[in-house]
C-alpha cells in the first residue's frame, strides 16, 4: 500500500504538485496553466502516476477550475495552534489505517467577507518544515472529492507562506485503491466554495 504523503520517492512524488512558493516567471494564469500542463503529462506517462496502467492510454488531463488570482494569499504567517484538540493526534486514512500526525499552526485568511481559519499538520515521518493542508468547502462530494482536497506549503525565505487554492490537488486514492490517503480533520472544513484547482 503506498501512502500518498510520504516523502519516500517511491510513494509521492513531489514533482506532481507545486508547493505555491515559487515567484511565477511567467504570468499567473500562464504559471498555473504550464503547472498543470506538467502534472497531466507526469500522470499519463511517469512511473508514479496513481493512474492505472490499463487507464493512462485513454487519459488526457484532469479537469481544474479555471486559474483565479483572488485565491492566491501571500504572506500567511503561521500562528500557534489555539484550540482545544491536542498537538499531537492521529489522521484516519482511506484505507482504515491512523496516521501519526501533529498540528504545526494555523493559517488565517480573508475570503468571501469573513476571516477563514485552516489549521497546517506536519505528518510523522514527514519534512518538518513544509505543512500538510487538507480542507474540504461546498465543493466536496460534488464538484471535488468528498474527503477533501490537499495544499502542500513550504515556508518563503522570511518564513511566511503563500495558500494558493489553484494548486488544490486531490490525493492518489482517488485514482487508485492502491494508495492510504489522510482523510480531512472536520477543522479544517471552510464554510464557502472554493472553486479553485482540480475537481472531478
Excluded at 476571516?115 to 500538510?132: M, N
Amino acid at each position: 500500500m503506498a501512502h500518498e504523503h510520504d516523502h519516500d520517492p517511491h510513494d509521492h512524488d513531489h514533482g506532481a504538485h507545486d508547493h505555491g512558493g515559487h515567484e511565477p516567471a511567467l504570468g499567473y494564469r500562464e504559471w498555473i496553466e504550464a503547472q498543470r500542463a506538467a502534472k497531466d503529462n507526469a500522470f499519463k506517462v511517469a512511473a508514479f502516476s496513481p493512474i492505472p496502467s490499463v487507464d493512462r492510454a485513454a487519459f488526457t488531463g484532469l479537469p481544474y477550475y479555471p486559474p483565479d488570482e483572488a485565491m492566491r494569499f501571500e504572506g500567511m504567517s503561521l500562528a500557534p495552534y489555539a484550540g482545544d484538540a491536542p498537538s499531537a493526534f492521529t489522521i484516519p486514512t482511506s484505507d482504515g489505517q491512523l496516521r501519526p500526525a501533529h498540528r504545526a499552526g494555523t493559517l488565517s485568511f480573508e475570503a468571501g467577507g469573513a476571516t477563514r481559519t485552516l489549521t497546517g499538520y506536519v505528518l510523522d515521518g514527514g519534512d518538518p518544515h513544509s505543512l500538510f493542508v487538507p480542507f474540504l468547502d461546498g465543493t466536496s462530494g460534488t464538484e471535488t472529492y468528498g474527503a477533501g482536497r490537499y495544499l502542500d506549503l513550504e515556508p518563503e525565505a522570511d518564513g511566511t507562506f503563500v495558500l494558493d487554492f489553484n494548486l488544490a490537488y486531490h490525493p492518489y486514492c482517488v485514482y487508485s485503491p492502491d494508495y492510504s490517503c489522510p482523510l480531512t480533520p472536520a477543522e479544517n472544513r471552510l464554510a464557502m466554495r472554493v472553486e479553485a484547482g482540480e475537481r472531478l
